[in-house]
């Protein structure tokens, strides 16, 4: 992790649903997320228990990063398919 790099609380919390609610590994999330696989460690013993709210909002989380993925699958679908596109458009002159 880069020093001077702050998280929201709202990230953190996030990160920690998907350890804890999704079942994805530390290292995992770490990687994806860009953050050091420690600080993930920390925010889960630090948000996994004291905050009720975290709780409350696990599904929208949920939610949210699975849009989020469904997003970039799709984004990168449409990126193909531009391609090819332009790939055929060229063969047909």
Known sequence: MAKGIRYTQEFK???VAQVVDRGYSAAEVSRRLGVSTKSIYD?????DKA???????AGQSKEILRLKAELLRVTEERDILKKATAYFAIDAK
Do not use: L
């Not at 925010?43 to 948000?47: C, E, L, Q, S």
């Not at 905050?51 to 909002?57: D, I, Y």
């Open 43 to 47: 925010w889960v013993k630090r948000y």
């Open 13 to 15: 919390r996030d990160a």
């Open 51 to 57: 905050e009720p709210t975290h709780v409350a909002k």
